[in-house]
């Protein structure tokens, strides 16, 4: 409350309206005295209106009266001592119990109270960075019921001081998006903007990355382009706070790279990977990973140590392997990271091969005797050697014989490669029953092939040279009404002859070599004219049960 000056005595020299104006400027100034709003204090500057103030009303009801001179507060020294760190000391007021202190950034339109003192000194850490500008200070303090505000204090704050560096925490291939992925850790200042991503060595170009908790970084290069595919990317990074002064760069970071290289014609594989150094607790193992033809089953892996060697040799014996799946692992000393390099793809097969080989057509010839042909081959292919491979099939054989290579052939080359050839194969053996090809194709290293679907021949069955049978009878005449078989080489057992109808009747059965076949049933009654089924079996002297079977027709 603010003393209303004068006494009770006096009050008789003015009338009613005087006092009732006099009680109402008395409010007003006890409002704004117990107002410590900072906003009010610099709007209204209440210290300076206060002392008018008061003297106005004292003289408008003493005009007697004299002023007497009260405390007041003002800063006795204010100083930067440190980065973004202030001193400020003011001097001791007895009565007041408190102090109030105000902060008011170059940015800002009014004081922030920041600490509520009994001691007359503050250290202000800035807790945001004031690049070369002034902040603001002030003090308050309350004596009874009296606000009194201390003059205002300005401290000179410039950031001078580097952005502690960042980090580099990984540096791997994203194998989903096949781009090389950044992390590090954040700069330990609280004030930093973002970092700068230096790409190349030197660095040639630059991108950005904002904010301080940004840690990572996707580069725009596709690996899976033939120019980035096997390139090792430079990066160093930077941090810079809001001064926009950046910190020393990172040394120089990569990423894991895994090349594969080959001989010509060669199935040893040479593996080899740069030093990978970006792991923040050092680097533990290098795990190797392989897949063959790209099937998980034939998923193979080896370690190799911290230091090396960054090389390996791979042996790949099996033919039917025509391509590998490779990539690299790195793991952290405390296996918690892992670094991945890009797939890779080799084809083992670099030489040229063919797309396709087809077996056009294969007929016997039976007048040679010999099998004929004709083969279609990728015209783009540039390797002119075919190989033709046949498998003999034999009667009654439980274990078929394996393909045998019986030709090199060669297409013509002018005026330009030819699809279509043929080949004769006139090495042909009657005892055999069917002959089975296959056409295989090899690549420029003979390696690897393409292979034909397989064609099979059979072979018409052959007289036997040690029997003759008639194939057809006339009934009822005396020279040609009589089936009779002959038989070169003697028999010594088991002879059985049967004829049947072609309904699968039989009609005639004798085991007596003598005994012919005369166009009549079992009864002697005279058979229609037609085709019959005959099948004769016997044993020969060398103890070769032989069957004969085929038709005979019956004329009348």
């Known amino acids: 409350m603010v003393p209303c000056f004068g006494s009770t005595h006096n009050t008789h020299l003015y009338n009613g309206f005087q006092l009732k104006r006099h009680c109402f400027y008395l409010n007003i100034l006890q409002k704004m ?16 209106v206060l002392p008018v103030f008061c003297v106005f009303c004292f003289f408008f009801s003493h005009p007697s009266a004299v002023a007497q001179p009260g405390p007041t507060i003002h800063f006795i020294d204010a100083a930067v001592i440190g980065h973004h760190i202030g001193h400020l000391s003011w001097n001791r007021l007895d009565s007041a119990s408190s102090y109030q202190l105000f902060r008011c950034y170059p940015d800002q339109t009014a004081f922030t109270h920041i600490a509520t003192l009994t001691d007359t000194h503050y250290t202000d850490t800035l807790h945001r960075v004031v690049c070369a500008d002034t902040v603001s200070y002030c003090v308050t303090a309350l004596l009874l019921d009296t606000l009194l505000r201390s003059d205002t204090a300005g401290l000179y704050y410039q950031d001078n001081i580097p952005t502690a560096p960042c980090t580099l925490r990984l540096c791997t291939v994203d194998t989903l998006l096949n781009r ?28 950005t990355v ?22 090792e990317f430079s990066f160093r990074i930077l941090a810079f706070d809001s001064c926009f002064q950046a910190s020393p760069l990172t040394p120089y970071y990569h990423n894991p790279v895994l090349n594969i290289s080959a001989e010509p014609c060669s199935r040893r594989l040479h593996f080899s990977w740069n030093r990978y150094i970006n792991m923040p607790d050092s680097v533990n193992n290098y795990y190797l990973n392989y897949f063959l033809n790209g099937d998980d089953t034939y998923h193979y892996y080896f ?37 991945l390099s890009r797939v890779h793809t080799f084809r083992i097969d670099q030489g040229d091969t063919a797309r396709y080989a087809n ?3 294969a007929n016997y010839l039976d007048t040679v005797p010999a099998v004929h042909l004709d083969f279609e081959v990728d015209p783009d292919f540039q390797g002119q050697t075919c190989l033709l491979m046949r498998r003999i099939v034999k009667e009654n054989d439980n274990y078929p014989s394996p393909f045998v290579q019986i030709a090199r052939l060669t297409r013509s080359l002018t005026p330009s490669p030819q699809q279509f050839f043929s080949y004769t194969d006139t090495d042909i053996q009657r005892t055999a029953t069917a002959y089975v090809y296959r056409l295989d194709v090899p690549d420029l290293c003979n390696q690897l092939y393409v292979l034909s679907d397989t064609v099979g021949v059979s072979l018409p069955p052959q007289a036997d040279p040690a029997a003759w049978i008639p194939n057809i009878i006339k009934g009822g005449d005396p020279a040609l009404g009589r089936f009779c078989p002959s038989f070169v080489a003697p028999l010594a057992q088991d002879y059985c002859f049967e004829v049947y109808t072609r309904w699968g009747q039989r009609v005639f059965l004798t085991h007596t070599l003598s005994e012919c076949w005369d166009g009549t049933d079992f009864r002697h009654n005279n058979l229609p004219q037609g085709v019959y089924v005959y099948r004769i079996t016997c044993r020969h002297t060398d103890k070769t049960l032989k069957t004969y079977s085929g038709t005979v027709t019956l004329l009348r």
Not at 33 to 48: E, F, I, N, Q, V
Not at 311 to 336: C, G, K, M, T
Request: aromatic content about 12%.
């Open 303 to 339: 370690t190799v140590g911290s230091d090396g060697p960054f090389v390996y040799d791979l042996d790949i014996p099996d033919l039917a392997v025509r391509q590998i799946y490779a990539y690299l692992v790195v793991y952290s000393n405390n296996d918690s990271l892992i670094a």
């Open 359 to 361: 077996i056009l057509s």
């Open 33 to 48: 005295s117990h107002s410590t709003h900072p906003s009010l204090l610099k709007r209204h500057s209440l210290c300076r």
């Open 210 to 231: 904002w904010g301080r908790l940004n840690t990572e970084y996707l580069c725009r290069e596709d690996l899976t382009l033939d120019e980035y595919a096997h390139t």
């Open 180 to 207: 090389v992925r950044l992390s590090w850790e954040p700069s330990p200042d609280t004030d930093v903007m973002g970092y700068y991503i230096c790409k190349g060595s030197p660095c040639l170009e630059y991108d």
